[in-house]
């Protein structure tokens, strides 16, 4: 699908933050015919890195996809994307197993954070109706009106508009400044891990280290260390760990320790990574949080978009793909409602929000699966026995990953709960005796056939009584 362009301009609209959300929401106001002002706290990307501690690498999968395509840069992105199409477990004895993440033509994405921020930017710079701000600071918000005031170079500028969105991210200062408005509720909860990124260059001839179409997991339990490719051949990791206790950012302080944390958990990776005991020693961990807002719309006149809204952990892979389905769904509410803002608003909360914070449990949740369950035998069974039953019978069975992955017409608040009964029933099955020397036979998915048609379909009719 493709944005029409529309001649006539409406609305004039203030965007907070030109993120990768910002942009791609600058665009498709744009090409609604709205006149859009996008400013940027940070200088330019593409002028200066702005990227220093924050990850330089997204899994991009079928939502943000979609998003991409409505505004016609899904191909120029994928050019750069590194296509990952399963799991790879590293065990602590340095042996490896796989979980496909799909079906064989299924992958999630490695993009280049900047990259696509700068792809998106060199777009709307295209765009008529839009200008561009660097280095402008939000100081003020009149919640009122949706006039701000802009911070450059001492001087303080105020921006009329009709409407103004906070799409500034998780420190977003459009949500700040919210909180002192009326019957706003906010809640900020912090995970017990932290994260620094670490480096695993290519070898010589640029060629890469370890399997490139795949994310790495070094499962430990409490703590684990992912590593997503990039096109020169390396590989970006992070290192998730409890910033406090026993085992912990806050005890590994001294270099002897951080050495024989890194031998003792993750020998393997010590003959890959570059100077590993030096950037831990030399880093500080990044806190991990999630955000929850009511309302994300104040007065029909100042409305909060992707992290700025819902701001989540990374271990599903969709805080940016959630933010760019905000921006597409906001663009198909537009049309939808003919432009009446007094209308597109409130689906526009009612229709994110609920999903928004479905998948801000999902990957909370999933940090369990990442860390802990990836690497054992009775899990990867269990997902195998899932995709078998979804090949037999895929308009029955959908596995809760492939939903969140790889559904986007599937909304994360109805994965989140077909995603619940279906594990209710995946238990009972697991309990079948010699479930894995039998996970084959037809005896197992002719019961397992019994059990999802009766409680999937008490569920759908549940969901269409809703």
């Not at 990307?45 to 998003?67: E, F, P, V």
């Not at 919640?143 to 911070?151: E, V, W, Y």
């Not at 990374?314 to 803002?341: S, V």
């Not at 689906?347 to 990836?374: C, G, P, V, W």
Request: hydrophobic content about 40%; glycine content about 4%.
């Amino acid at each position: 699908m493709s944005l029409s362009k529309n001649s006539s301009t409406r609305e004039t609209i203030t965007i907070a933050g030109a993120g990768p959300v910002g942009t791609l929401l600058a665009i498709i106001l744009a090409r609604h015919g709205h006149s859009v002002n996008l400013f940027e706290s940070r200088p330019d990307s593409r002028l200066k890195s702005i990227y220093q501690g924050k990850s330089i690498n997204i899994a991009l999968s079928d939502r943000g996809w979609l998003a991409l395509e409505a505004v016609g840069l899904d191909r120029l992105v994928k050019q750069q994307a590194i296509a990952m199409h399963k799991r790879i477990m590293h065990a602590i004895d340095g042996s490896l197993t796989e979980q496909a993440y799909g079906k064989e033509s299924q992958a999630i994405w490695s993009v280049s954070r900047a990259g696509i921020n700068e792809q998106l930017l060199d777009l709307a710079e295209q765009e008529p109706l839009i200008s561009i701000k660097f280095d402008q600071r939000l100081v003020d918000v009149n919640f009122d009106n949706a006039c701000a005031s802009f911070l450059h170079e001492h001087n303080i500028e105020k921006v009329s508009a009709d409407i103004l969105f906070g799409a500034d991210g998780a420190y977003s200062k459009v949500r700040r400044l919210a909180q002192e408005t009326p019957r706003f509720s906010y809640s900020q909860s912090y995970m017990p891990q932290s994260y620094i990124e670490l480096h695993i260059p290519a070898n010589d001839d640029g060629s890469f280290k370890m399997a490139k179409n795949a994310l790495h997991i070094w499962p430990r339990n409490k703590f684990m260390l992912i590593a997503l490719p990039n096109p020169d051949g390396s590989f970006t990791c992070t290192l998730f760990l409890d910033f406090q206790g026993d085992m912990s950012f806050a005890s590994l302080t001294e270099r002897d320790n951080v050495e024989q944390f890194f031998q003792a958990n993750f020998a393997d990776a010590m003959a890959l990574l570059e100077n590993p005991i030096d950037d831990f020693m030399a880093k500080t961990a990044n806190p991990l949080f999630l955000v929850k807002v009511d309302p994300w719309v104040i007065n029909e006149k100042v409305a909060l978009i992707g992290d700025a809204a819902h701001a989540m952990v990374p271990f599903y892979g969709q805080g940016m793909n959630c933010g760019f389905e905000d921006c597409r769904e906001l663009g198909q509410l537009i049309t939808q409602y003919n432009h009446n803002w007094s209308k597109i608003f409130p689906a526009y909360q009612a229709q994110r929000k609920i999903n928004a914070d479905a998948i801000t449990e999902l990957a909370q949740r999933n940090f369990i699966e990442m860390s802990e369950h990836s690497g054992q035998a009775r899990f990867l069974l269990q997902k195998k026995i899932e995709a078998e039953f979804h090949q037999r019978h895929p308009e029955l069975w959908t596995p809760l990953y492939s939903m969140v992955t790889f559904s986007p017409d599937i909304p994360y608040s109805t994965a989140l709960v077909i995603g619940d009964i279906q594990q209710v029933i995946m238990q009972e099955i697991m309990q079948i005796p010699n479930i894995e020397s039998c996970w084959q036979d037809d005896l197992v998915y002719e019961k397992l056939y019994q059990l999802a048609h009766a409680l999937i379909n008490d569920q759908q009719q549940g969901l269409s009584h809703d």
